[in-house]
């Protein structure tokens, strides 16, 4: 299923993140345990094109998504249920979905896909009037953790200006979150 996706990104640090926590009593919310694993090609073409393919395991779900990087606004996501539990180092571009194969086409990806990085996040949503608050903390390899509010919308201009109050309520200055993708890659290249 393709769909847009509408979003503003802010990394915080852990107490901004537990005054969040209690603000909006997420304690007493489920967590959402994500399981995300990344692949690109060995030359990273993926990367080249702002986009990211991944296989996410919830409790209850395990999609594939393939994520492309619009514009500064917006994203295009590509999301497919899996049936097997199995996660692959490798993956065959014969074996992705059908939508996600075309795209690969137009890119001319014809190479095995390499598990590349290993993400778990724990996470916890509420439905506010403007858009999803959602809260993160994801762990990364290397013992690394961080902490991200995410506020996802439908409309750009209601749901920014929505964000901007959240953050100004909190005293929060803007510190815009790069993908956690590319976070990882960040952190990895502290650890060597």
Known sequence: MREIELEFKQL?????????????????????????????????????NNAALRIRHTADNKEITLKIKKNLEENIEINVRLTDNDIPNNISV????????????????????????????????????E???????????????????EFEVTDYNIGQKAFERLLNKFNIARNTAKPKIARAFEYSKKLQ
């Open 131 to 149: 858009g999803l608050l959602v809260l993160d903390k994801t762990y990364f390899l290397g013992n690394v953790v961080d902490y991200e509010l």
């Open 12 to 48: 915080l640090d852990a107490s901004q993140y537990e005054a969040l926590m209690e603000h909006f009593h997420l304690r007493d919310k489920k967590i959402i345990n994500n399981r995300n694993f990344y692949y690109d090609t060995a030359n990273q073409i993926l990367k080249q």
């Open 94 to 129: 014969k074996e992705l979905p059908a939508e996600i194969k075309e795209i690969f086409a137009e890119w001319e990806i014809t190479s095995d896909l390499k598990l590349i990085q290993k993400i778990e996040t724990d996470r916890r949503e509420l439905m506010l009037d």
